[in-house]
């Protein structure tokens, strides 16, 4: 079934998608190629706001809308998860015995999270400590606009860095 214009007086067919609201992209009507033109030229988003709201706006848009933290902020779940990383409350890493791995001690998810920090299979802790802070400031969402491909590496960095922790306190 094909759908009509919803131009007035319009008989021609419809495929083309017209918003009727501006805030809801799931509402609208189909329009002739004439007739999307021409509601095209007159679309303006912003008619209905002042310049404050327009700049407020366009800065939103940076972030896709969504609130974010910056990576000094207190609530910011990096920031928690990258103290909490390196703050060895117990004292367990400054223990000799804890200081370098041993390859025979490495499991296959070991290898793989080292890999993913890109470090050889005989690092010490310290190494992997340094090199997760350097991957953290590198890949963080704040530092690369938002960026979900960013942010996915650092997930995985994050879980890592959280396998080869677990492996040390074995």
Not at 98 to 108: G, I, P, W
């Amino acid at each position: 079934m094909k759908n009509i214009c919803d131009w007035s007086k319009c008989n021609k067919i419809g495929i083309y998608k017209a918003p009727i609201e501006k805030d809801n992209s799931k509402k609208f009507r189909l329009l002739c190629l004439e007739h999307i033109k021409e509601f095209n030229k007159s679309w303006n988003y912003f008619a209905d706001m002042n310049n404050k709201e327009i700049e407020n706006f366009v800065k939103s848009d940076l972030t896709w809308h969504k609130p974010t933290k910056s990576f000094g902020s207190s609530e910011n779940f990096f920031r928690i998860l990258w103290l909490n990383a390196l703050d060895d409350k117990t004292g367990i890493f400054k223990n000799s015995d804890f200081k370098k791995f041993n390859r025979s001690n490495l499991t296959d998810k070991d290898k793989d999270a080292l890999k993913i920090l890109g470090l050889k299979n005989d690092t010490n802790w310290s190494d992997i400590q340094k090199k997760f802070k350097i991957l953290v400031k590198k890949y963080h969402p704040d530092k690369n606009r938002g960026s979900k491909k960013y942010e996915d590496i650092l997930k995985k960095i994050t879980l890592a860095y959280s396998q080869l922790r677990v492996s040390m306190n074995k």
